[in-house]
Every structure is written in C-alpha cells, then in structure tokens.
C-alpha cells in the first residue's frame, strides 16, 4: 500500500478509485458513500485535499503504465486523424483498397466501413462501400487546443508566435501591412 494511502480514510479512497473513471468528483462523491446532497461540495473539497490528490494521480498513473496509453500516444492517435489522406483508402482507379493493402495511419483514422449489397430484380449487381472516417475537425481542434493555438488569452499585437498572426501570414502571404504606432502628440502620417 502506498505511504499517501495509509493517510486516507476509506471513503476517501473509494472516492480516488470512483474519479479516476468519471472524472466527475460530485459522482464520486456518491459513489464513495458521501450524501448526494451534498457531493459536490464534497467532491470539490476532495479534489484540493493533497493526499487524495496525490492518490488520484498515482492511480492514474498506474493506470496508464498497466493500458500503456499515455499522452503520447494520445497526440499520435489524434495526429493520425487529423492529418488523414482520404486518397490513401483507395486505389488509383478509385476502388476501396483491402484493409490489408491500407497503411496503419490509413485505418487507424477510419471509424467504420459498411457494405451494401445492390440489387436489381433480385440479382446482384454490385456493392456500395460506406467508409466512415473518424472526426477529422475534432481532432484538429483537439491538437489544435493542446498546442495552446486555441487560447483565448492570444493578444493580436503582431506577436511573431501568436498563432493567429502566424496563420493570417501563411494565408495571405507577408501582405499584411505593418502597423505604425503613434508617437503620443503626434499625428500618423506616413511620408514616404
């Protein structure tokens, strides 16, 4: 048993074990013992406690060495998505390729594959192929979050690492015209 977990009471550890798998602390609060009235108060109460904490982290931790997921290959997963190439699904004649002829990305970033069978007065007459791929713009987004690049703090006073600043240059070429400050008293002329 771990030092910090000599340090809590049952319930406390029933309630690092329960959020560990909601990461809801007012439904762990309830599913720990403690009243539904008051389990969120509670719940909140238990999430700043150093020890339970200390142990919801080590918990997490021993969770992600046992599933071997980690933030890592959290990223890769959704990096995969997110820059997926629909045209690496299919042949250059455009059929659906075998899903053993598609490269690991490729089917790592398809969600679902259904095929219909067509027919015309009861024979077959081919067959319609639904690929379904995993939510390219979430992804995006996560990624995009993760990085900071979603951040509503972001100023636009021409940080040369402000991301938005970056995308409309990337967008529009160096087009963007510079800003001139005016001196205090002064008037904004440009003399050229």
């Known amino acids: 048993m771990p030092n910090n977990a000599r340090k809590l009471t049952a319930r406390q550890q029933a309630y690092a074990a329960a959020y560990i798998v909601s990461l809801n602390a007012t439904q762990a609060a309830k599913e720990a013992g403690y009243s539904a009235k008051t389990a969120s108060q509670i719940g909140e109460r238990l999430l700043r406690n150093v ?7 080590r918990l997490k931790r021993e969770r992600s060495e046992r599933t071997k997921i980690d933030a890592d290959r959290v990223l890769q997963e959704l990096a995969r998505i997110a820059f997926f190439d629909i045209g690496k699904a ?3 004649d455009g059929a659906l390729k075998p899903l053993d002829e598609m490269d690991e990305d490729t089917r790592r970033a398809l969600a679902g594959l259904e095929f219909v069978s067509l027919t015309s007065d009861g024979e077959h007459v081919g067959t ?15 990624l995009a979050q993760h990085l900071g690049m979603l951040d509503p703090k972001i100023t636009l006073k021409g940080d040369a690492q402000n991301p938005l600043q970056l995308l409309v240059k990337q967008i529009q070429g160096n087009s963007l015209k510079p800003v001139h400050e005016v001196a205090r008293g002064g ?6």
């Not at 319609?128 to 996560?142: E, P």
């Not at 008037?187 to 050229?192: K, N, S």
């Open 187 to 192: 008037d904004e002329r440009d003399d050229a």
């Open 128 to 142: 319609l192929k639904k690929v379904k791929i995993a939510d390219k713009l979430g992804a995006l987004g996560k």
């Open 51 to 57: 020890e339970v904490a200390a142990e919801i982290e």
């Open 90 to 92: 299919f042949t250059p």
